[in-house]
């Protein structure tokens, strides 16, 4: 398909040299980011009217290693997908954004984020791990009705998305009745964000496999898949995010087969002292899973994990607030596993990219000061803050096993795309690009999303969004929870 766009509805100026714009060196980004700032203002434009859209003269991070960065160059998008990413490009019937003022660049991608916390975020800014399960599990979770779960939901994803996240697998252990989980899934598609929905365990206040009074997990996967994931080519992918029998390997063994039968992917949060070795006594590992914090492995527990093809994601904003645990991002470098980022629970982190990529390069960072002034020698290397933007799109699109759809500008993906302002103070002048998304940009910088060609905001606005009727029902919500907690 890329070869077809390329040769019939779109022409590159020949006269430039794509070696000269590739990878072009810290001097040349410079000087083409400070032109654009003068003479390639960004025109306010309402959604595109057409499914063909030509971004002009940006700053093109692609997440491409084979295909590159560009200092100045277009990228098309031909419907759902990307048609191609060059100079000059001409693309006949296109509707064409001025895009001087921007740099162009995958969406962000979260690989865990309890999503249907959305209207009780930092209800309990303050609290630690142990209160977490037993408050807003324990407490709230209980209390959820589906239109609880439904707005919570909603709010998240519409809050990634005016963030740059396209992309979300949702941890939703909040399957109390299976009609919990049509009203999530329900909210999911209402965002139209691209998201995995991780179908999870029920909120009773007891082991899900102690009362099973009320809801049909993890069997009722077999339902879902055929109703609502029954074909690859649509936004919603369908994973099982599962309890791991909290250690109870036999519990653990019928969450992976209900999702192995119906060919889901299959997320769990996974830490402590031999925790892969037991897993591994009951559950055959494999590439279908994401394991989430990994705190407490040994060596050999990495080692297992990466051999055998599985994915990592981090959550650092709540990890190291939270008190859970210090991401152990050098030990995953170490097996050779490049690790994916996460907001996690947003009762106690922040909902967007830019602030953990930060906290995952300063926690890194952080453990080699400590183990050099320890006097240890050949320490590894410093994370870069390309290693950072890596983890935030491209690693996060292959934990979520959507690496051949989304994840970088590659001509022929799916076009989940965002352009970020590089003439706010905040950033200006932009001396190089990578690290002013990486270290200098936050949500205010995020101009307009596309997620498979549809734009989901532009001029620093979503569209199709009745922000007052959404407000409206999450606070209704958010009282109603709070008053059922009150009353215990």
Request: charged share 20%; net charge neutral.
């Amino acid at each position: 398909m890329c070869d077809h766009v390329a040769h019939t509805s779109v022409t590159h100026d020949r006269d430039i040299s794509r070696r000269q714009l590739i990878e072009g060196g810290a001097a040349g980004l410079v000087a083409a980011s400070l032109v654009a700032a003068v003479v390639r203002p960004a025109r306010a434009q309402q959604a595109p009217r057409s499914d063909r859209v030509l971004l002009k003269g940006a700053t093109v991070l692609t997440m491409d290693r084979a295909l590159g960065d560009f200092a100045q160059a277009d990228v098309l998008i031909d419907g759902a997908r990307i048609g191609a990413v060059g100079p000059n490009l001409q693309a006949t019937g296109a509707d064409v954004i001025d895009a001087g003022n921007m740099i162009v660049l995958p969406g962000f991608i979260d690989t865990h984020r309890h999503m249907w916390e959305g209207q009780i975020r930092n209800v309990l800014p303050d609290i630690m791990l142990q209160e977490y399960l037993r408050t807003i599990l324990g407490k709230y979770g209980t209390a959820y009705r589906p239109e609880d779960a439904y707005i919570g939901d909603l709010v998240s994803a519409l809050s990634a998305l005016d963030a740059g996240v396209t992309t979300l697998l949702d941890w939703s252990h909040i399957q109390t009745t299976p009609e919990h989980t049509d009203a999530v899934i329900k909210a999911l598609r209402d965002s139209g964000a691209r998201a995995v929905f991780g179908y999870g365990m029920p909120q009773t206040g007891k082991p899900w496999w102690a009362d099973t009074s009320r809801h049909k997990y993890p069997g009722d996967i077999a339902r879902l898949r055929k109703q609502y994931f029954n074909s690859d080519d649509q936004l919603l992918t369908l994973a099982l995010a599962a309890s791991g029998g909290f250690g109870n390997v036999e519990i653990a063994a019928k969450e992976w087969g209900a999702a192995r039968d119906v060919g889901a992917r299959v997320t769990i949060h996974l830490s402590g002292k031999d925790a892969i070795t037991k897993l591994a006594s009951g559950v055959k590992l494999g590439s279908d899973t994401t394991y989430v914090h990994c705190g407490g492995w040994n060596d050999t527990e990495w080692k297992m994990v990466a051999d055998s093809g599985g994915t990592v994601s981090f959550s650092p904003g709540t990890e190291m607030v939270m008190g859970i645990i210090n991401p152990p991002i050098q030990q995953a470098l170490d097996a050779g596993l490049r690790p994916s980022l996460s907001a996690d629970a947003e009762t106690n982190a922040p909902n967007d990219m830019f602030t953990e990529m930060r906290l995952a390069l300063a926690s890194q960072n952080a453990m080699l000061m400590v183990r050099r002034d320890r006097g240890e020698q050949n320490l590894p290397k410093r994370l870069t803050v390309r290693d950072a933007l890596e983890f935030a799109t491209i690693e996060g699109a292959k934990a979520n096993g959507l690496a051949a759809k989304v994840g970088s500008l590659t001509p022929g993906k799916q076009a989940d795309v965002i352009c970020l302002r590089k003439d706010r103070i905040n950033v200006m002048p932009v001396n190089d690009p990578v690290g002013a998304v990486v270290l200098g940009m936050d949500t205010s910088n995020v101009d307009t999303v596309f997620v498979a060609g549809k734009a989901k905001k532009r001029n620093g606005e979503l569209l199709g969004v009745d922000l007052k009727r959404i407000a409206a029902e999450a606070v209704a919500s958010r009282d109603y929870l709070a008053a059922k907690v009150r009353a215990g």
